[in-house]
């Protein structure tokens, strides 16, 4: 059995030629699964009878099952799904004004092993596949509270761009007019600064939002808070940033979570202009921590906080402060699966 969203149009296309049915019936099956949220095969009224028991016999159209649903006084909804192979994951509808923006994660557990990240805690498992992706945003979209969803950021656990090939596979058809049709710059990919993916994705012709998770502007502090600064070290990946501007004439934006006494002195914000001046396109915003029991992380004060961004500002950069959402249902990053495996 298989996954049926592992298939993109024209690979289902294939497999029905493969079984010598029409070619057509492929935008059905896409309608049906992206668009009408169905939830088994058998309710495809509009195919013939055999080739809905073919599709059941062949394919399966979820295979993640929900644990835990949370949601928090803010309106943002968090969803804990386990894999075949008890692995945990999760995703987040976060609504706002007129958007619903679904947060979805790559891989079970990470390998990068930030200082301030709860996904990393319990190492790397798996990465997960195209059709698993798009079950968590279909998740989203078919049973958060507001029954919709405008936006998609690769933010949840894992590293995006250490799962190129499926995270690319997924955002084609999240962004294909047959499957969900959401606008490529509505897709944000979030990465910790692997260059040869960054390098890759400007070629690939795709115009979705970057983010760099940058966190800090000098290669000693962004090491120590960042492993994988020691192999793509702050030069290296400024540079490659400044080449997928070039490429791209896309707008970067750079994520730096304030962490007290870590990264959020004047030192830190001159360092922090330094490096992105002359950069062209790019934003800043800023995170206050969200504090992870397990992590030695705070927020700075309020006063530090709006210090370093008024620098920022004086200093010529763009710069928006984010508030965390869901706070108090854990929903930053890793923080349910986390909690889930200490139960
Ligand atoms: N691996 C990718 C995507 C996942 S992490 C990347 O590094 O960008 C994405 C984001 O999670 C980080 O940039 C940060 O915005 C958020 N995050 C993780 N831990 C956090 C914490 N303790 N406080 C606030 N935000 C956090």
Not at 200 to 214: D, K
């Amino acid at each position: 059995m298989r996954d049926i969203k592992d298939l993109s149009l024209s690979g289902l296309e294939a497999k029905l030629k493969n079984w010598e049915e029409p070619a057509f019936h492929a935008r059905q099956i896409f309608s049906w699964i992206y668009k009408k949220g169905a939830a088994d095969f058998s309710r495809m009224s509009d195919l013939p009878a055999d080739l809905r028991k073919k599709l059941q016999d062949n394919f399966y159209l979820f295979g993640l099952k929900l644990t835990k649903k949370l949601e928090s006084k803010d309106g943002t909804e968090k969803f804990l799904f386990a894999l075949k192979d008890k692995n945990f994951i999760e995703a987040v509808a976060i609504p706002e004004k007129n958007r619903m923006t679904g947060c979805l994660s790559t891989q079970a557990g990470c390998r990068f092993a930030c200082r301030f990240c709860a996904s990393g805690l319990g190492g790397f498992q798996k990465n997960l596949s195209c059709g698993q992706m798009l079950e968590e945003a279909l998740y989203l979209k078919n049973h958060s509270r507001y029954k919709k969803l405008t936006h998609l950021v690769f933010m949840g656990t894992g590293e995006p761009l250490d799962n190129y090939e499926n995270v690319i596979k997924a955002i084609r058809i999240i962004n294909s007019p047959d499957a969900l049709g959401i606008g490529a710059r509505r897709i944000t990919i979030s990465t910790c600064g692997i260059i040869p993916g960054i390098k890759r994705l400007a070629q690939e012709g795709l115009q979705v939002e970057l983010s760099v998770s940058l966190h800090a502007a000098d290669d000693k502090t962004r090491s120590e808070v960042m492993p994988i600064n020691k192999k793509y070290p702050l030069k290296e990946l400024i540079t490659a940033c400044r080449g997928y501007i070039q490429k791209t004439n896309r707008q970067i934006t750079f994520e730096y979570i304030l962490m007290q006494g870590i990264n959020s002195g004047l030192q830190n914000a001159r360092n922090l202009i330094k490096i992105l001046k002359g950069l062209g396109l790019v934003k800043v915003n800023l995170i206050p921590a969200n504090p992870i029991r397990e992590l030695k992380v705070t927020p700075p004060a309020e006063g530090e906080i709006r210090f370093f961004r008024d620098y920022l500002v004086k200093g010529g950069l763009q710069v928006t402060l984010r508030r965390e959402r869901g706070e108090d249902i854990e929903a930053s990053c890793g923080q349910l699966r986390l909690r889930h495996a200490q139960k």
